[in-house]
T-cell receptor, first 109, second 118 residues
């Protein structure tokens, strides 16, 4: 079964607004990774946060990790139309990287 | 970042035939590669872990004889869908991590293969 669950499943916002996506997982992890996927394409790595880290930034991206609640969030600030895509959290165990259901993000111009 | 190339990008085949998909790490060596399957608007489902020089490890519910995986070198893994049926139509994606495997390192994904069985 999938390790992660994401919400919302779909999110539609106006350009310039911030977008927040959440990911929850069930078992212990070594790290959690966020990926982006444009329709019909492969996954592009966005950011990796280790199990001993609580927050990480990369450009307009901010990721948090709460291992006590087994949850993570991805915040995209000042969204752009080009941010429209599906976003997945990947939970990295000893070897396998298992993905959540994903959030389909639509940025309206 | 490292590059993973997947070939072909799309393929249409007749029911009953077999299709081979290749996954290559172009600028790094990958002891381990992963194969995923993705249905439209759904998540990636891990099918199997491909280990160079040894047998692949399949996830529960994935038929080993149906989805043959070969990882003959540190830069190439192949997935063969045998006796394909329309229900095998899907998007197949591979990923690879660097060797030696380092914890807390990102995975690099191929661009995916769209398989349509008619």
């Amino acid at each position: 079964s999938q390790q992660g669950e994401e919400d919302p499943q779909a999110l539609s916002i106006q350009e310039g607004e911030n977008a927040t996506m959440n990911c929850s997982y069930k078992t212990s992890i070594n790290n959690l990774q966020w990926y982006r996927q444009n329709s019909g394409r492969g996954l592009v790595h966005l950011i990796l946060i280790r199990s001993n880290e609580r927050e990480k930034h990369s450009g307009r991206l901010r990721v948090t990790l709460d291992t006590s609640k087994k949850s993570s969030s991805l915040l995209i600030t000042a969204s752009r139309a080009a941010d429209t895509a599906s976003y997945f959290c990947g939970c990295q165990g000893a070897q396998k990287l298992v993905f959540g259901q994903g959030t389909r993000l639509t940025i309206n111009p | 970042g490292a590059v993973v190339s997947q070939h072909p990008s799309w393929v249409i085949c007749k029911s009953g035939t077999s299709v081979k998909i290749e996954c290559r790490s172009l600028d790094f060596q990958a002891t381990t590669m992963f194969w995923y399957r993705q249905f439209p608007k759904q998540s990636l489902m891990l099918m199997a872990t491909s280990n160079e020089g040894s047998k692949a490890t399949y996830e529960q519910g994935v038929e080993k004889d149906k989805f043959l995986i070969n990882h003959a070198s540190l830069t190439l893994s192949t997935l063969t869908v045998t006796s394909a049926h329309p229900e095998d139509s899907s998007f197949y994606i591979c990923s690879a991590t660097r060797t030696p495997k380092v914890m807390n390192t990102e995975a690099f994904f191929g661009q995916g293969t769209r398989l349509t069985v008619v």
